[in-house]
């Protein structure tokens, strides 16, 4: 079973900077992606960045230039540095993991529980 533990949201204010940390346990292997989303008050939840095991990454055009997705793949740990939040960035972020098929394993999807990130004006 697969758990995603996140840590690291809060309150900041409009130019500060967040670093939100997502711990991951179980049986990760193969092909994966690591990711995190964000959902605002009645917004859809929106993919933020990801980063595949070989070290892609892709961002939202929004916090391109302000975030910066990395993972520590011995540890199965995932981060988000967060530069120049602004109050638009307010929302609960969510880790995700991505398996993808391999050999028999079909497409799992697993999510953490969410952390808040307030950025006040």
């Given at each position: 079973q697969v758990q995603l533990v996140e840590s690291g949201g809060g309150?900041?204010?409009?130019?500060?900077?967040?670093?939100?940390?997502?711990?991951?346990?179980?049986?990760?292997?193969?092909?994966?992606?690591?990711?995190?989303?964000?959902?605002?008050?009645?917004?859809?939840?929106?993919?933020?960045?990801?980063?595949?095991?070989?070290g892609i990454t892709n961002y939202a055009d929004s916090v391109k230039g302000r975030f910066t997705i990395s993972r520590d793949n011995a540890k199965n740990t995932v981060y988000l540095q967060m530069n120049g939040l602004k109050p638009e960035d307010t929302a609960v972020y969510y880790c995700n993991l991505v398996l993808f098929p391999w050999g028999t394993r079909p497409r799992s999807d697993y999510w953490g529980q969410g952390t808040q990130?307030?950025?006040s004006s």
């Open positions: 309150l900041v204010q409009t130019g500060g900077s967040l670093r939100l940390s997502c711990a991951m346990s179980g049986s990760i292997f193969g092909a994966n992606a690591m990711g995190w989303y964000r959902q605002a008050p009645g917004k859809q939840r929106e993919l933020v960045t990801s980063i595949s095991n070989g990130v307030t950025v």
